[in-house]
């Protein structure tokens, strides 16, 4: 279960590299109600080394893990701040990284776990904001500065969320590789696997796909033999002792499971960190390994596949083992995984004619599992559909959605334009959320128009919030119903 | 302190006339975290004798009160809903009638009424209208029954502010004389009582506001002399015994100031219930009392205003005396003071030139008396322009804000057109959300065309709504940003 981690840790080669200072502010740990008044400090990275004292604020609206992380893995952002004399602000979401609501009984149990949700968090980013808008004169906005959002997956669907909700506090978003369509009723389940496949599908020459399908019942059947488990962690060179909360069969097939999405996920044209180092274009590396003429010798199919595993985990041949029981310290994922199943529902299931096997959504399961680990099934599984308005957004304006088309997580994207202020951009050789990441010279094209578009929307942006400023008290309405 | 009462009690002849069904639906106490997921039952009220199934939903965002009241005393929603083929639904706010989160509990202290906001209020009504909308089909908004939501003063607030937050389930709202700027900042603190007094000016010929103005430092000379509170109940004919949690000269002050907003509020052209009946025009009938010759004498000018009294409190001759203790059993008028406490934080103060007493408006104390009666300072008295934009409502759409201008709550109110589809609509001579109100043949011919608006603009709203979804695959967008 909780098999998708909806983000992950992109840490790429310039860590260290942009310059911040750390601050916290303190905000209300409930923002919609008054029975619990306490507040805590919510921390955000900032740098005014370009900030013209009039120009727009760039807020990163952090997402499930450690800022630092995002803040170094956004290099877009930090390359076109001087251009637009903007002030870059890295806000931290809450319950993650150093941003505790309750210290160190935040993770605790429900009743300290219980005030995460997104809709505290963009109440916390614009508590942040307003105090970051030096001059808060309400009654003339036109002298605050305009603040841009940006973020990519679940941070993605944040900078759009807080332009529809807090349109007077955030002018524009950005939201890369935002999935705001994976809920429920509004995408088909199996969407996110069949993009996998097909990703697995395009990166290789050998019916990669067909070879992993394959080696399902392969390794079932290894695993269910006496030894079987045995022969697999030592073939694999899996670290040893397995710690497991689940079977060991369910903690391989699932690790395995979420490495596949990872690898596409992180399918960039050049060598970058992701969990761990990958070379370039890891899904066609990962695929090369494996061959089409073993399909049938379980024991040879399971042996590529252990050496093609090591394209994921032992890219610089430093690794002695695969470790299946780490999780990185940064991406905070029992926490996602609890935003998962209270709002953050998003149905998954496998076709009978992806690579995976076969599996259908099962809801039942699912909230049995959530009310087993956290004491609260979802109770409210199309909650953030009525919170965010699901497919109908049409009321929005001023935010770009952008999808590499090779990024499963595209399957719950706006793809479409819709309207002329909120525009779909597709990368079709793009991975999740690359257009955030720092320029490169192995860059596709269409990442690079992209981020070009991303520039002309918020540049279009600024100027129209200019000119509607100096004419508010002139402006001259057209009547629409007499 | 907390002399002002946004809505109030307008219980006018129709009482019983229009006919509906009480249900309750379960909801959540808290939309926005998962700490306490306790539910409760909503009551709304309902009626489909004039529904076309695929008609829109007319539905009241009920305010602080009995959403009886409401439903009695907005007539002109159920005299169109036959021409819209509408659902009339009119939803209670949360603590307020029969709607309480914990039962008999519910007002007892902090950590109960906490959960009482705008923020859930809205939320609530939103569940509500997805329960209501019978296909919950969220991939295709289209088939979904369009909203429009209605409102009067906080009611219209509410209007308002659910259509700006939850455009995917509100089409479009009329907002009635909704103070959505009567916030720190946005508007002077003076100008309700500035309006107030032009008011009494305008419906008098004999300088009313200049005679209330000279009546205060009398009514202080009497309060403070031996007897002299003795003979002021006699004269004014005060119900005894009268009980006070400040002091009687206290209680009596504040008492009449709200005498005075409550006669422009309800200062409608026929005669009408307002806490008690009132004539046609009364803020005129009760001016008609006073008498500017007798302005330097105390005595003769305290004994008319006890006669000026009469017209508010005993227009049928039925009283036998005015009670001072009383409030109103539909209207929460405590429960709104809690509001008004934590996130309704509304200043208040009077200049020189009106017909108050000169008052500052001061924060500090009225801190401490919201910490000593509710346990709660206004922690976050900027928190409802955080939450809803302040005066930046321009990304906002399909929203007419209607105000009388005779009513005190109109500067405050939306005055200007924000954008085309964003209206402001004045009723030079009306008073509180007249617009709202059933026909009245002695209506002016502002609020008649007020009324016309209203049904241009939802009219124009559905229109658009159905066109927007048959040509929603075939769009063809503009590009503003290349």
Not at 109 to 117: A, F
Request: with cysteine; hydrophobic share 40%.
């Amino acid at each position: 279960m909780f098999k998708f981690i909806l983000v992950f840790l992109l840490i790429n080669c310039n860590y260290g590299k942009y310059l911040y200072q750390t601050k916290f502010l303190s905000v209300p740990v409930d923002h919609f109600s008054f029975a619990n008044n306490a507040s805590f400090k919510l921390r955000y990275l900032i740098n005014d080394t370009y900030w013209d004292s009039n120009g727009p604020i760039f807020f990163y609206t952090g997402n499930e893990g450690n800022i630092t992380v995002f803040a170094e893995n956004s290099g877009f952002i930090w390359e076109i701040a001087d251009t637009f004399g903007a002030l870059i602000v890295f806000a931290e979401h809450r319950y993650y990284g150093e941003s505790m609501p309750f210290g160190n009984k935040s993770l605790i149990n429900n009743s300290y776990l219980g005030y995460l949700s997104s809709s505290q968090a963009l109440a916390d980013y614009v508590y942040l904001i307003d105090y970051l808008q030096s001059n808060k004169n309400y009654a003339d906005y036109s002298i605050r500065n305009p603040v841009v959002a940006f973020g990519g997956s679940y941070g993605g669907m944040l900078a759009a969320w807080i332009r529809m909700k807090y349109p007077a506090f955030v002018l524009g978003a950005i939201a890369s590789s935002a999935p705001i369509y994976q809920f429920q009723g509004l995408t088909p389940c199996e969407t996110y696997n069949d993009i996998l496949t097909s990703v697995y599908n395009v990166s290789s020459n050998n019916n990669c796909p067909y070879i992993i399908k394959k080696s399902w019942p392969a390794l079932r059947q290894v695993l269910s033999s006496p030894n079987g488990t045995e022969w697999l962690i030592s073939t694999w060179k899996l670290c040893r002792p397995i710690q497991s909360k689940e079977s060991i069969d369910t903690l391989i097939i699932d690790w395995l499971t979420n490495v596949y999405s990872n690898l596409a996920m992180a399918n960039y044209p050049y060598p970058a960190n992701f969990l761990a180092p990958l070379p370039a274009y890891p899904v066609k590396e990962f695929c090369r390994k494996l061959k089409l003429e073993n399909i049938n010798n379980i024991t040879l199919l399971l042996t590529d596949l252990g050496n093609a595993l090591q394209v994921y985990s032992n890219f610089t041949g430093k690794s002695e083992c695969l470790n299946i029981n780490s999780s990185t310290s940064d991406i905070g994922e029992d926490v996602w995984d609890y935003q998962a199943c209270t709002e953050m529902v998003m149905p998954m299931c496998s076709g009978k004619f992806g690579m995976f096997e076969e599996e259908r959504w099962n809801f039942t399961k699912y909230s049995a599992d959530c009310e087993k680990r956290f004491g609260v099934p979802p109770i409210r599984p199309d909650l953030a559909i009525l919170e965010y308005g699901g497919k109908d957004i049409k009321s929005a304006s001023n935010i770009v959605f952008s999808n590499g088309l090779m990024d499963p997580w595209s399957g719950g994207g706006v793809l479409q334009d819709v309207s002329p202020n909120v525009r779909a951009i597709l990368i079709p050789d793009g991975a999740h959320h690359l257009d955030l990441r720092s320029y490169n010279e192995l860059d596709p094209k269409s990442v690079i128009s992209a981020r070009k578009f991303h520039q002309q929307a918020i540049r279009h942006w600024l100027k129209t919030y200019k000119t509607e400023n100096l004419e508010l008290n002139s402006v001259n309405i057209q009547n629409n119903y007499a």
